[in-house]
């Protein structure tokens, strides 16, 4: 699978063109302490004084390096779809060989840090359910008006909360019926493909 970059990314990453092969290796290793720690603006300015261009020209450098090491360990892209992803860039033998190695060295740690920043999403843990069927009111004597309670439990790391839903049994069914679609729908060859690059 081959990693598609915009003309903005290729324009932030043209920016390697211009500096030596140590000054690339010294923008990976400050990609992924983008990763781990976040932005640090004092960093920018340092390597700006240092290559007598703006700050703003170094993160864009920088931020380019992070969304090509970040997605290209999403993907799980193997080495030569890396190569052949970098290709379109235009950089030398020596640079390519260079981004390789840092994806390489990196890419166990890069998805580490991305399943961490990833939501941790309350999850089922149990369902009750009650079916209420008023029959009569005091204006209308015959009637048959159902309705469904459902008291959902969730577990969010080990924190446990409940949620009640009320619905009418129509609902309930065109609910059932989307959901088993979903269910169909990532048994197919097309979904299976997109999870196992997501995981």
Known sequence: MLLVLSEEHKEHLGFLHEVDSSVVGEFGRIAVEFLRKGSNPKIYEGAARKLNVSAETVQHGVEGLVYLLTESSKLMISELDFQDSVLVLGFSEELNELLLQLYLDNRKEIRHI??????????????????????????????????????????????????????????????????????????????????????
Do not use: F
């Open 114 to 199: 991305l399943s961490q920043l990833a939501p941790v999403l309350p999850h089922y843990h149990n369902l009750e359910w009650r079916l209420d069927v008023q029959l009569a009111s005091r204006t209308l004597r015959q009637q048959v008006k159902p309705t469904v309670t459902l008291k959902l439990h969730l577990d969010n790391s080990g924190t446990q909360s409940a949620r009640v839903l009320q619905t009418d049994p129509a609902t309930l069914l065109h609910l059932i019926t989307e959901l088993e679609r979903a269910l169909a729908e990532a048994k197919t060859n097309h979904c299976r493909r997109i999870m196992r690059n997501i995981k």
